[in-house]
């Protein structure tokens, strides 16, 4: 894992002394709520819906177990005792007081993080795939050029106020886990056929109230010229993106207008100005940010483990969640754990300060010290030995930590709602729980397979209802809730955008509704086949008949 | 009786509070100051801006409400939900819930 350098730390720290002294001048009434909002906020610190939140970023979803058990410390201390962690494998606490945030951001500080950039029309937390450095699939690790665009992006001055926020994504993985087409950048590290690597670079993807898939503006991007590119693109947003207009004022509409070839040309253009310049990446630094992210010292086997078999042959509920939540890892004879934070009945994403030091307690037994924060709002022991996998499951069964939904019906993304976020139309979170309580039964969820639902409370989208497999977002309508469904979105390598039904359905109706849809794939599969391709192979016109007139067809 | 209250948050601990009748503040909905015309709602206007300079609340709003006999009820979810001063799903947490 990457460790601050003296340049890190300094800012940090100088950073927290200055929003002290900001927070001390606003509780004296020598700034105004006017003049402080902004400082606030670019401190991560939000007013929601029933006091303030505070976002914490977690560069790239990657922890310590001293960084989780900070985390823990914080809730407990200065919060309720809990965390929510994001689709933008943040943290984020729900009950701060003012005057403790100060202390707060130093607590954070001396385990090497804070909450700079988690708010306002700047850079935010870059995210990547959860399983890098240790997937199958992947071409490079991700998250050391991650690194250096955290580096360069951070207080970065020409970029300090954007016309909007700004999201930065990686993989380095064929499977796209990080949804990069999603992005108002997504980066995917590939190998040409002269086996170069290089980034194949998106731009002007989103959700939100205009969802749009990003164009790949590039196909090949030498990784030492990854942070002029940025530059060049961040520039030509900056210079032209709308600030008249909130609604107009992402890339991705900037991108649509403008048509990706005449987008890419401008970028091109300025990026030939650039290049060559004081940003490209030297390589010794370079070297120096890669190594601290080298494999740790894995125990050499040849990958068999007879008492991680014997265990998985002797008990069918550790075999049913190795099935889901346990993947295939590079290193022989390990493995990756998906920690479900979705326990049905449950809050999508929370996690409890006990839970979240029994989690640091298993990564610095089992993992190497080290954990993710997946974008789905579960967290990842990346480096577990086989042998040890039964081991874990009890500890997390204890904790409520060993629902094996991983990727099932029940995995549900969900967005605070309207039950925390002052933005938002509709609630979220019971939606998710009364669903997960409809679907209560493994082997049913198991039968069903694959299905991705993602709930949000309003158009913003932060529970990217747009690449739900079934995607819901609520409304208000005549001072009720109401939900829409869509169907057919994905945020993978496969992206699409759901698509709404048609009428939108009470908190009851919605249920049954997905109850229909999933009862009518059922029907309808093919063998082997996933809700997806079921869904892109028959269109949506059965399952709208069946939802709408009550008719499941065969 | 419809009329309006006027909310805010606290500015220490962020939470929701209530302009009363007495010009204080209080987490309790019921005790919020109703205002049915508009010389009470300048009243209640002026009463929060001195809270503002005060430096005692932040974001101050009025809220449709319908008055019942048993007190006040915010016609939308959004402030129903406020006044409960908790998330529907998490009724039990200490130490913010507003009853």
């Given at each position: 894992?990457?460790?601050?350098?003296?340049?890190?730390?300094?800012?940090?720290l100088?950073?927290?002394?200055?929003?002290r002294?900001?927070?001390?001048?606003?509780?004296?009434?020598?700034?105004?709520e006017?003049?402080?909002r902004?400082?606030?906020?670019?401190?991560?610190?939000?007013?929601?819906?029933?006091a303030?939140?505070?976002?914490?970023?977690?560069?790239?979803?990657?922890l310590?177990?001293d960084?989780?058990?900070?985390?823990?410390?914080?809730?407990?201390?200065y919060?309720?005792?809990?965390?929510?962690?994001?689709?933008?494998?943040?943290?984020?606490?729900?009950?701060p007081?003012?005057?403790?945030?100060?202390?707060?951001?130093?607590?954070?500080?001396?385990?090497e993080?804070?909450?700079?950039?988690?708010?306002?029309?700047?850079?935010?937390?870059?995210?990547?795939?959860?399983?890098a450095?240790?997937?199958?699939?992947?071409?490079?690790?991700?998250?050391?050029?991650?690194?250096?665009?955290?580096?360069?992006?951070?207080?970065?001055?020409?970029?300090?106020?954007?016309?909007?926020?700004?999201?930065i994504?990686?993989?380095?993985?064929?499977?796209?886990?990080?949804?990069?087409?999603?992005?108002?950048i997504?980066?995917?590290?590939k190998?040409?056929?002269?086996?170069?690597?290089?980034?194949?670079?998106?731009?002007?993807g989103?959700?939100?109230?205009?969802?749009?898939?990003?164009?790949?503006?590039?196909?090949?991007?030498?990784?030492e010229?990854?942070?002029?590119?940025?530059?060049?693109?961040?520039?030509?947003?900056?210079?032209?993106?709308?600030?008249?207009?909130?609604?107009?004022?992402?890339?991705?509409?900037?991108?649509?207008?403008?048509?990706?070839?005449?987008?890419t040309?401008?970028?091109?253009a300025?990026?030939?100005?650039?290049?060559?310049g004081?940003?490209?990446?030297?390589?010794?630094?370079?070297?120096?940010?890669?190594?601290?992210?080298?494999?740790?010292?894995?125990?050499?086997?040849?990958?068999?483990?007879?008492?991680?078999?014997?265990?998985?042959?002797?008990?069918?509920?550790?075999?049913?969640?190795?099935?889901?939540?346990?993947?295939?890892?590079?290193a022989?004879?390990?493995?990756?754990v998906?920690?479900?934070?979705?326990p049905?009945?449950?809050i999508p994403?929370?996690?409890s300060a006990?839970?979240?030091?029994?989690v640091?307690?298993?990564?610095?037994?089992?993992?190497?010290?080290?954990?993710?924060?997946?974008?789905?709002?579960n967290?990842?022991?990346?480096?577990?030995?086989?042998s040890?996998l039964?081991?874990?499951?009890?500890?997390?069964?204890?904790?409520?930590?060993?629902?094996?939904?991983a990727?099932?019906?029940?995995?549900?993304?969900?967005?605070?709602?309207?039950?925390?976020?002052?933005l938002?139309?509709?609630?979220?979170?019971?939606?998710?729980?009364?669903i997960?309580?409809?679907?209560?039964?493994?082997e049913?969820?198991?039968?069903?397979?694959?299905?991705?639902?993602?709930?949000?409370?309003?158009?913003?989208?932060?529970?990217?209802?747009?690449?739900?497999?079934i995607?819901?977002?609520?409304?208000?309508?005549?001072?009720?809730e109401?939900?829409?469904?869509?169907?057919?979105?994905?945020?993978?390598?496969d992206?699409?955008?759901?698509?709404?039904?048609?009428?939108?359905?009470?908190?009851?109706?919605?249920?049954d509704?997905?109850?229909t849809?999933?009862?009518t794939?059922?029907?309808?599969?093919?063998?082997?086949?996933?809700?997806?391709?079921?869904?892109?192979?028959?269109?949506?016109?059965?399952?709208?008949?069946?939802?709408?007139?009550?008719?499941?067809?065969? | 009786?419809?009329?309006?209250?006027?909310?805010a948050?606290?500015l220490?601990?962020g939470?929701?509070?209530?302009?009363?009748?007495?010009?204080?503040?209080?987490?309790?909905?019921v005790?919020?100051?109703?205002?049915?015309?508009?010389?009470?709602?300048?009243r209640l206007?002026d009463?929060s801006?001195?809270?503002?300079?005060?430096n005692?609340?932040?974001?101050?709003?009025?809220?449709?409400?319908?008055?019942?006999e048993?007190?006040?009820?915010?016609a939308?979810?959004?402030?129903r939900?406020?006044?409960?001063?908790?998330?529907?799903?998490?009724?039990?947490?200490?130490?913010?819930?507003?009853?």
């Amino acid at each position: 894992m990457y460790r601050y350098d003296s340049y890190d730390k300094t800012l940090v720290l100088e950073r927290v002394e200055e929003f002290r002294d900001q927070v001390a001048r606003r509780l004296t009434g020598a700034l105004t709520e006017e003049q402080f909002r902004p400082l606030r906020l670019m401190n991560g610190l939000y007013l929601q819906l029933h006091a303030y939140m505070l976002r914490v970023a977690i560069p790239y979803g990657t922890l310590s177990s001293d960084q989780m058990r900070k985390l823990a410390h914080i809730s407990r201390r200065y919060d309720k005792g809990y965390g929510h962690f994001t689709t933008r494998q943040n943290i984020q606490y729900n009950w701060p007081e003012l005057e403790d945030v100060p202390d707060i951001l130093a607590e954070l500080a001396e385990v090497e993080m804070h909450a700079i950039q988690t708010s306002g029309n700047v850079i935010r937390n870059v995210t990547t795939d959860h399983f890098a450095g240790v997937a199958r699939d992947e071409v490079a690790d991700p998250r050391p050029y991650a690194e250096l665009i955290r580096q360069w992006s951070t207080l970065h001055p020409e970029f300090s106020f954007l016309p909007r926020k700004f999201k930065i994504a990686l993989t380095g993985a064929e499977q796209d886990r990080a949804a990069i087409r999603l992005h108002d950048i997504g980066l995917k590290l590939k190998r040409r056929e002269d086996g170069d690597i290089g980034f194949e670079v998106i731009a002007g993807g989103g959700m939100g109230r205009t969802p749009m898939i990003g164009p790949v503006i590039r196909a090949h991007l030498e990784p030492e010229h990854l942070l002029s590119y940025l530059e060049a693109i961040l520039r030509v947003y900056n210079q032209h993106g709308r600030r008249d207009n909130k609604y107009k004022a992402r890339i991705k509409i900037l991108v649509h207008e403008l048509g990706t070839d005449e987008f890419t040309r401008q970028v091109e253009a300025e990026w030939a100005r650039i290049k060559d310049g004081p940003l490209t990446l030297p390589e010794a630094e370079f070297r120096r940010i890669q190594a601290m992210f080298a494999p740790p010292p894995y125990e050499a086997t040849d990958g068999s483990d007879s008492r991680f078999e014997k265990s998985l042959a002797g008990d069918t509920a550790f075999a049913a969640w190795v099935d889901r939540n346990v993947h295939a890892h590079r290193a022989p004879g390990h493995a990756i754990v998906t920690i479900s934070l979705k326990p049905h009945g449950g809050i999508p994403g929370d996690a409890s300060a006990q839970q979240m030091e029994i989690v640091a307690d298993l990564a610095e037994r089992f993992s190497f010290g080290e954990i993710r924060v997946s974008h789905e709002q579960n967290l990842i022991l990346p480096h577990v030995k086989k042998s040890d996998l039964y081991a874990i499951w009890w500890s997390l069964l204890s904790f409520g930590l060993g629902t094996a939904n991983a990727g099932l019906l029940t995995d549900i993304i969900a967005c605070p709602g309207l039950d925390y976020c002052s933005l938002a139309n509709a609630r979220s979170i019971p939606l998710a729980q009364k669903i997960a309580s409809r679907f209560d039964d493994g082997e049913r969820l198991r039968n069903i397979g694959d299905l991705k639902i993602k709930i949000s409370g309003c158009i913003n989208a932060c529970g990217h209802h747009h690449v739900g497999h079934i995607g819901i977002l609520g409304v208000e309508k005549k001072g009720e809730e109401l939900y829409q469904l869509m169907l057919g979105g994905s945020g993978a390598e496969d992206a699409s955008l759901a698509r709404i039904t048609g009428r939108g359905f009470s908190e009851d109706g919605i249920i049954d509704a997905i109850e229909t849809v999933v009862d009518t794939y059922l029907n309808a599969r093919e063998e082997g086949e996933d809700f997806l391709h079921t869904y892109r192979r028959l269109g949506a016109e059965p399952f709208k008949r069946a939802i709408y007139s009550g008719e499941t067809s065969k | 009786m419809n009329a309006k209250i006027l909310s805010a948050h606290d500015l220490r601990s962020g939470l929701v509070v209530y302009l009363t009748s007495e010009g204080g503040w209080s987490r309790k909905l019921v005790r919020a100051a109703p205002a049915t015309d508009e010389r009470t709602e300048a009243r209640l206007l002026d009463l929060s801006e001195q809270a503002i300079g005060g430096n005692r609340v932040i974001e101050p709003a009025f809220i449709d409400v319908d008055w019942r006999e048993t007190g006040p009820v915010p016609a939308r979810l959004r402030e129903r939900i406020r006044a409960d001063g908790v998330p529907t799903i998490m009724p039990e947490i200490p130490g913010v819930a507003a009853e």
